[in-house]
């Protein structure tokens, strides 16, 4: 039997925005729609507000769609597609999964949002052509997904490739996993903002204020100012590091 040619429903699900989009087989979007995460009461309310957007797309798409992939930030279990994003705070061990099938009566799997780009850079983007890569994202986290021999690893409950949380710096700064040094504790934009307001309580020299952003943080490195600097050069360090050490693995 054929394969059949029709669209997939991608769904993009963070503590910060929700998208969603129809893709075709070629990778172009054929309709797409960004929202911020609302705060909403119930699990039931914000699944709705995802629901919604969904149909939106598919009316803008004017087309059906053959399957649903939703990348999700973590903890998560794959392949059950249970969901406790750390930022969505109604949304503890939610079945995501079966909430969407149930709903759009269409094959869906959701995955940990790091695996999905992993998966997107090795087919549309600086991954192309290879069949071993690591994808990384260095962001409000830092998280990664690896592909090995052309698949993607998933390993105990999802979690392979978690690259954010290999120590790079021992002693270093804490991390909320609980460890220390990890490099999501030293580059990610929340620990960056964490390790600055730390600085400054210990009496670091900065024209910056505790509880910058990382953004604010980039931009006082550029203009200059040696704890902002120092900030970026140590997170720098450890990324690269992790990088080396997941190389050598
Ligand atoms: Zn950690």
Same mark, same amino acid.
């Given at each position: 039997?054929?394969?059949?040619?029709?669209?997939?429903?991608?769904?993009?699900?963070?503590?910060?925005?929700?998208?969603?989009?129809?893709?075709?087989?070629?990778?172009?979007?054929?309709?797409?729609?960004?929202?911020?995460?609302?705060?909403?009461?119930?699990?039931?309310?914000?699944? +709705?507000?995802?629901?919604?957007?969904?149909?939106?797309?598919?009316?803008?798409? +004017?087309?059906?769609?053959?399957?649903?992939?939703?990348?999700?930030?973590?903890?998560?279990?794959?392949?059950?597609?249970?969901?406790?994003?750390?930022?969505?705070?109604?949304?503890?061990?939610?079945?995501?999964?079966?909430?969407?099938?149930?709903?759009?009566? !269409?094959?869906?799997?959701?995955?940990?949002?790091?695996?999905?780009?992993?998966?997107?850079?090795?087919?549309?983007?600086?991954?192309?052509?290879?069949?071993?890569?690591?994808?990384?994202?260095?962001?409000?986290?830092?998280?990664?997904?690896?592909?090995?021999?052309?698949?993607?690893?998933?390993?105990?409950?999802?979690?392979?490739?978690?690259?954010?949380?290999?120590?790079?710096?021992?002693?270093?700064?804490?991390?909320?996993?609980?460890?220390?040094?990890?490099?999501?504790?030293?580059?990610?934009?929340?620990?960056?903002?964490?390790?600055? *307001?730390?600085?400054?309580? +210990?009496?670091?020299?900065?024209?910056?204020?505790?509880?910058? *952003?990382?953004? +604010?943080?980039?931009?006082?490195?550029?203009?200059?100012?040696?704890?902002?600097?120092?900030?970026? !050069? *140590?997170?720098?360090?450890?990324?690269? !590091?992790?990088?080396?050490?997941?190389?050598?693995?």
């Amino acid at each position: 039997m054929a394969v059949p040619q029709l669209p997939v429903l991608a769904i993009d699900v963070g503590g910060t925005k929700l998208a969603a989009a129809a893709v075709d087989r070629a990778g172009q979007l054929l309709a797409s729609d960004r929202i911020p995460t609302p705060r909403v009461a119930s699990a039931d309310d914000l699944f +709705e507000v995802l629901a919604d957007q969904c149909r939106r797309v598919l009316r803008a798409a +004017e087309t059906d769609v053959v399957a649903i992939g939703v990348g999700c930030g973590g903890p998560m279990e794959y392949p059950s597609g249970r969901v406790s994003t750390l930022n969505i705070p109604v949304w503890r061990d939610f079945p995501l999964r079966e909430r969407l099938v149930t709903a759009f009566d !269409r094959p869906c799997v959701v995955d940990n949002d790091a695996n999905a780009l992993a998966l997107a850079e090795q087919w549309r983007g600086a991954g192309r052509g290879s069949t071993n890569m690591l994808g990384m994202v260095v962001s409000t986290g830092v998280g990664g997904g690896i592909i090995l021999e052309g698949h993607l690893l998933h390993g105990f409950g999802g979690n392979a490739g978690h690259i954010g949380h290999i120590v790079a710096w021992p002693d270093g700064p804490p991390c909320r996993c609980g460890a220390r040094g990890c490099i999501e504790g030293v580059a990610s934009g929340s620990g960056l903002a964490r390790r600055l *307001t730390a600085a400054v309580a +210990e009496g670091a020299e900065t024209r910056l204020v505790p509880g910058a *952003t990382a953004a +604010e943080i980039a931009v006082a490195a550029r203009q200059g100012d040696h704890l902002a600097a120092e900030l970026f !050069r *140590t997170a720098g360090e450890c990324v690269g !590091r992790g990088i080396a050490s997941a190389w050598s693995l």
